[in-house]
Structure formats: structure tokens, C-alpha cells
DNA sequence: TTTTTTGTTGATTGACGAGTCAATAAAAAA
DNA sequence: TTTTTTATTGACTCGTCAATCAACAAAAAA
């Protein structure tokens, strides 16, 4: 029954299989059969696409990088000024999506990962990157000459209350996290000196 | 060649023995075996002290938390107004030692097992509520009413700065990031309003 | 001295899992 | 029509590892 044309549709619902069942398990502690049986077909198909259990993971850190990056683009799209902008980047760091098991999931492991894989690394530095260009571009249009460290320390705050909200026992709330970070904003911007 | 009291000194060597693996693997992915054998000892005798893999960890963690509210304690020691207090506490957490890779390390994959160990959860949130507990008592006495909401931002800053120079292609300097800390804070507290 | 408690390990069990391979089948190209 | 390419899997290999157990040794208690 081989229809032609599978590969990119069976790659895609490998990754979300292991999206998924990173989820589940919280860890990267999930079998390739596992993955495999989630996605509707053998595991031998699974190691026949990607080759090994790693680039399976890779694929799935891209692909939840990928899906960021297009909450950000979206959000930023609807603001207008610098500071709306910058608002928006927040906003977008603390959606529901974000605080899905899966993706919470996702990004600790992601960290786990890149203290040892290179192409882990490498990916994480891009998000790292892009985050501080994004809001160093629209904060050097408010206050230059700070923007630098602003965009540093909003980076920081989003990056460590993500994690405590993710982590907290009760139900994680986006609002008021970026209401927090918001705050922080403001001060700074508002100090004169 | 049984000498009693050894029970103590196992545990002891194993917790260390531990916190140096997962340092070397980067993640929770060593096997009991590699543990005892750093510790100088069988796994059946890992085994017989500490029940379980898990418990194993979990005692690791326990000790990286202990460890670190010394470091914090004596830091605190030193110091004599409640903003030098406030300061001591950030730069105990970017100081050297947590910067070394086994500390990463073990922070890192604390993280991840807080998502499904209730201990590990427990043990988190005992750290999150100490560091909390810490700066709201010294703001309280500089800054009263808004001292809730600045401990709220020092604290996911110390997180996420941490998260990001742990995570840098570069030497991470916990110079640099205390003082990205304390900037932050000056901001908040020279507030008037 | 006999018994109990504490320390210790080699050997084993039982399970699981990553990756490979040969074989099968259908579509497309020659 | 023959051949090549693409899709697909069951079965298998080789390895690993957590946990257990029987057994041995020495100190302490009885």
C-alpha cells in the first residue's frame, strides 16, 4: 500500500508524537516505539526517516521553536508602537500555549539538552538571540543608549518567570506574569538617568 | 573488613558520587553502577542503603539545596543593612560554585523532575518559598508595600539571568549578572510612587 | 560462646530498548 | 515489461541496567 509522497507527512506526526509523549513523560525518557506507535506506524520506520532517537528530539525542539517564533511574529504584527511591541513580546512568552504539559515539558528538556548536545545549543542560542534582537529593535527606539541593558533584563524575566509559573503548583497564569514583567518594563524605562 | 558506622560515610559518597555523574552525563541518564563505582563501592550495597535509583537523586538534590542555603546564610552574615542583605542574596546565587557544572547540572535536571516527582516538586517549591521568604523580609524593611512585587521580580531574575549564563556559550560571569540583578532592583526601589 | 546486627559483594534475573536487516509491495521510470 | 525507487514492517541482535538474593565476614550483644 506504499503511497508515494509519505515522508513529510509521516516526519511531521513523528514529531508531534514526541512532542506528546515528551509530555507525558516529562522527560526525554520516552522509547523510539513508544514515539513510533503514537504516530501510527513501526518503529523501524522511525529509525528509516531520522536515523537515531537524538535527531528525532531535534526535530522536535525545531519544531517547538518554529511555533514560537510564529506566536511572536503574530502578536507583533498587531501592535503599533515601540512599546506595544515590546509588550506584545512579552504577552507572547507567557500565552496559554506556552504553559501547555507538552511545551513546559519541551523546554526543560530542551535545557537539559543543550548542555550537552551541540545542535541543542546552537538552537537555544538562536531563540536566546533572536528574543534579545527582537526587543533590543524596538527598545533602542525608546530610550537608545539603555536599550541594551533593558532588553537584557526582560530577557531574564521572561526566561525565569516562565519557569516558576511552570513549575508553581497552582495553575499557571500568563497575565498576571506578564503584567509583572510589564511593571519591571516601565520602571525602567520611566527612570531618567 | 566491616567497620561499623559506615551507613553515614556510604550515603555521604554516594550523594557525591552522584552529583559528579550528572554532572558528567549532563542528565539523570546514569546508571546505578557508574554511581557505586565512583563511590568506591558495589551497586548492591547503593542499593541496600538507598532503596532506589530515585532516591538516590532525590538525595543528591537535597544536598545541592543544603549546600547552597549555607553559601546564602553566611553571605547574609556578612552583611548589615537590609539592601546589603538584599544584595548578598543575589550574589550568593551567582557566586563561582554555582556555576561549576555539576551544580548546572543538577539544577537543570531539578527542573525536570519537579514536573513528575512530587519529592523533587516539594524540594523546589522549599527552595523558591526560602529565596522568596529571604528578600521579602529585607524589602519589607526598605520599601514595605511594594516589597511583595519587587521580591516577585528579583527572584525570576536570579532564575532566569542564572538560566541564561548557566546556558552561554561563553564563561559565564556571575559578576556581571549579580550587578544586572542589582541595577534592576536600584530601579525598582528608587521609585517613588 | 552463640546469636544478632551491620557491612558487603558476585552472580543472576528479568525486562527493556536502540538500531539493523531481510523481505514484501506498490508506484514510477526505463 | 523490467528495473529502480520509495514505503513499510516483523523479527532479531546486542547490549544495558535496575533490582534481588544468597552468602560471607566481622563486630557487638546476649
Known amino acids: 500500500m506504499p503511497k508515494l509522497g509519505m515522508e513529510p507527512i509521516r516526519r ?3 514529531v508531534e508524537a514526541t512532542i506528546h509523549e515528551i509530555g507525558a513523560a516529562g522527560s526525554l525518557d520516552v522509547t523510539v516505539s513508544q514515539i513510533a ?3 501510527g506506524m513501526s518503529s523501524a520506520l522511525a529509525h528509516h526517516y531520522f536515523g537515531g532517537k ?3 528530539f531535534l526535530a522536535a525542539m525545531r519544531h517547538t521553536l518554529t511555533v514560537y517564533a510564529a506566536e511572536v511574529r503574530g ?7 515601540p512599546f506595544e511591541r515590546t509588550e506584545a513580546i512579552i504577552r507572547a512568552g507567557f500565552s ?8 513546559i515539558a519541551a523546554w ?3 535545557y537539559v539538552l543543550a548542555q550537552t548536545s551541540s545542535e541543542a545549543r546552537r538552537l537555544l542560542t538562536i531563540y536566546q538571540r533572536r528574543l534579545h534582537a527582537n526587543l533590543l529593535f524596538n527598545l533602542r527606539q525608546i530610550a537608545p543608549d539603555r536599550a541594551p541593558k ?3 533584563i526582560v530577557a531574564g524575566l521572561i526566561d525565569g518567570i516562565y519557569l516558576r509559573e511552570a513549575l508553581a503548583n497552582h495553575d499557571s497564569d500568563g497575565n498576571s506574569a506578564s503584567q509583572l514583567v510589564i511593571h519591571a518594563l516601565r520602571r525602567e524605562l520611566d527612570a531618567t538617568e
Do not use: W
Open 12 to 14: 511531521a506526526a513523528l
Open 37 to 39: 506507535k503514537r504516530a
Open 54 to 56: 537524538e535527531q528525532i
Open 75 to 81: 502578536a507583533l504584527a498587531m501592535a503599533e508602537t
Open 96 to 103: 496559554q500555549s506556552n504553559f501547555r504539559r507538552e511545551v
Open 108 to 110: 526543560l528538556n530542551f
Open 150 to 152: 533593558i532588553a537584557k
